[in-house]
């Protein structure tokens, strides 16, 4: 986030303490308790430190676009176990350590702050618990959507009595994440100074963003934990409140990573990037390194790094993703979303241009702001709940907004529910490509009865492998409440 510094983030992570077992936060170290949740003033630096988790969830991309079928290999592979589609207990299991970590921190903050009245500005109160519920909303619905039943903690840890929770189904997750979030929007709408259009920062949880993220997880509880039409139409009233926070897509589609969050109109939630102050993003492992592109007739045009530390040269964007562009060759979103190398010999690869990071005068660093919701998203999503409610006309109106600025027209053809669910699908592959959403997108359209997931990509063809992840021996080991996730 852009408000913290280096000497924020080391304070913060000393006061966010590590946890080594299942669900388990270690009991509040003395410097914790002895000097901390003394004041108020103490609740707005945590709340800060708990982003740092959204973040690093919003980077990783092997839990979601790498499942999916947008990337190939370029120069060289950094795929793993996710793209091959090869998972099992003993090879890419997940420990969910990091989501219990931020999910308790979110329980501790709840927990301690019960005890300040604020009395001097209650909406700062307000705000904070709104956005520690956000959090642990978005945390809840990060690991369900990899995992589906997960534990569900929700009270503070605050010494060794640590308990072991069975697996909630994921159903009761979804329903406790729009507890949380119901909660989070009622708190913003009731700060004395409420303003639906107000987004104090881009960075962080307001009123808009978690109607969005309410949205993301109503469509998913419709086509996934069986939320049924009453989910859907719970989608759309949250996507009226986001269309109406005062955000607006940009008019060149270049600004969509081109221009950071905080004075982008379309971004409604984003995870924030600085050189020197927070390393860089997933979009590293697509940037070329000029070693290997040498030589390209349009080497100019290519994001290439002089450093292979700043660019791995492994992403490339696959057939199958710029196939779906295919009828559209004048897209205006094409130069944005990739480039192919040419060299004398030929095309060669085609390399990733939606993140190109930054060129300083001494090399490119992948540093773009991680989109995590932006309003062509919403847009997109307002259509497929339109359509899942066979309501394919407005679904349509929906569509070609995004469809708008692309160049490419209105859409024209059949109206029935599965075609249009088939190129909302596929508007989604090319307005959202590499912005690790694709595998989300797919496990609901399948879930949905549109696509068949085991068919459409290409390294799930003949496999069985479970769409949700395995668990890892260590947690296993830690509670004896749980089972291993179906079909392992």
């Known amino acids: 986030m852009k408000n913290i510094t280096g000497i924020t ?11 080594d077992k299942l669900l388990e936060v270690d009991p509040q170290s003395t410097i914790t308790e002895e000097t901390y949740w003394q004041n108020e003033g103490d609740f707005e630096p945590y709340v800060t430190g708990i982003y740092t988790y959204m973040r690093s969830f919003a980077n990783n991309t092997t839990y979601g676009t790498e499942r999916g079928e947008e990337l190939v290999s370029a120069l060289n592979s950094r795929f793993g176990v996710a793209w091959s589609q090869t998972i099992s207990p003993s090879s890419g299991a997940i420990n969910y350590n990091d989501w219990y970590k931020a999910i308790g921190h979110c329980n501790l903050l709840l927990e301690k702050i019960k005890g300040f009245a604020f009395a001097s500005n209650p909406d700062t109160r307000k705000r904070i618990i709104a956005e520690t519920y956000s ?14 039943d997960a534990p569900l903690m929700l ?5 060794e009595n640590v308990p072991l929770l069975p697996r909630s189904s ?18 913003f709408s009731s700060m004395s100074n409420f303003n639906a259009k107000t987004y104090p920062s881009k960075y962080r949880f307001a009123y808009g963003s978690a109607q969005a993220l309410k949205a993301d997880v109503c469509l998913w509880s419709g086509k996934v934990t069986g939320g049924g039409d009453a989910a859907f139409n719970d989608a759309i009233t949250a996507i009226n409140e986001v269309e109406a926070s005062g955000v607006t897509l940009n008019t060149d589609f270049k600004n969509v990573t081109g221009v950071r969050a905080g004075a982008n109109s379309e971004v409604i939630l984003a995870a924030y990037y600085l050189r020197d102050e927070s390393g860089t993003n997933y979009a590293l492992n697509a940037l070329p390194y000029l070693l290997g592109v040498q030589g390209a007739l349009n080497l100019d045009s290519l994001p290439w790094v002089a450093a292979v530390g700043n660019g791995q040269g492994a992403y490339q964007i696959s057939p199958k993703s710029k196939a779906l562009f295919d009828a559209f060759p004048n897209d205006k979103r094409r130069p944005y979303t990739w480039i192919t190398e040419r060299q004398s010999s030929g095309p060669k690869i085609s390399w990733i241009t939606k993140y190109p990071g930054t060129k300083y005068p001494d090399d490119r660093i992948s540093d773009n702001d991680i989109l995590i919701y932006r309003l062509a998203d919403i847009f997109l999503l307002k259509a497929e709940a339109y359509a899942a409610l066979n309501n394919t006309s407005d ?3 929906y569509l070609n ?19 249009v669910e088939k190129e909302i699908l596929n508007e989604r592959g090319r307005e959202l490509f590499f912005e690790n959403k694709r595998w989300f997108d797919l496990v609901r359209f399948h879930k949905g009865g549109t696509i068949n997931v085991y068919t459409y990509v290409p390294n799930l063809v003949g496999k069985t492998t479970p769409l949700f992840w395995p668990l ?9 409440q749980l089972i291993q996730t179906d079909g392992y």
Do not use: E, M
């Open 170 to 187: 994921a159903a009761d997750v979804v329903k406790q994440i729009r507890k949380d979030l119901d909660s989070a929007i009622n708190l």
């Open 155 to 159: 009270q503070a840890v605050v010494d």
């Open 9 to 19: 983030i080391l304070l913060i992570s000393v006061l966010l303490g590590s946890c």
């Open 401 to 419: 907004k995004v469809r708008a600025r692309t160049g490419n027209g209105d859409y024209t053809g059949a109206t029935d529910k599965v075609t």
């Open 395 to 397: 679904a349509i109106i």
């Open 472 to 480: 890892n021996t260590t947690v296993l080991a830690n509670n004896n």
């Open 135 to 148: 959090l642990r909303a978005y945390c809840y619905f990060h690991l369900t959507r990899i995992i589906g």
